[in-house]
């Protein structure tokens, strides 16, 4: 069994930078890609950033530029870098694993977090 555990949410200021962590446990880390989704209240969770094994990266457009995903492998963590933060950007935020498929969708991924949020105030 795979578990994952988000951490490093927080209420900050818009512009300000905050760092999410993802400590896997119970599986081969580096065996599987990974990736990053946000809920917003009352909306759906949404694709945020994706890494492969080898650390290719994918991101939604509204982070380019701003967010870095990232990976240590012998740490067995993910990591998100959230930068000039914007009040859009509030939202309960979840690392899971990539099994199958389009990685943009959440059907493609397992072994979900419960979550960590992040709420930026104008």
């Known amino acids: 069994q795979v578990q994952m555990l988000e951490s490093g949410g927080g209420l900050v200021q818009v512009g300000d930078s905050l760092r999410l962590s993802c400590a896997a446990f119970g599986a081969t880390f580096s065996d599987y890609s990974m990736g990053w989704f946000r809920q917003a209240p009352g909306k759906e969770r949404e694709f945020v950033a994706w890494?492969?094994?080898?650390?290719?990266?994918t991101y939604a457009d509204f982070v380019k530029g701003r967010f870095t995903i990232s990976r240590d492998n012998t740490k067995k963590t993910l990591y998100l870098q959230m930068n000039n933060l914007k009040a859009g950007d509030t939202a309960v935020y979840y690392c899971?694993?990539?099994?199958?498929?389009?990685?943009?969708?959440?059907?493609?991924?397992?072994?979900w977090g419960q979550g960590t949020q992040v709420t930026v105030s104008s």
């Open positions: 890494i492969s094994t080898i650390s290719t990266t």
């Open positions: 899971a694993r990539h099994v199958q498929n389009n990685a943009f969708e959440t059907s493609s991924y397992d072994s």
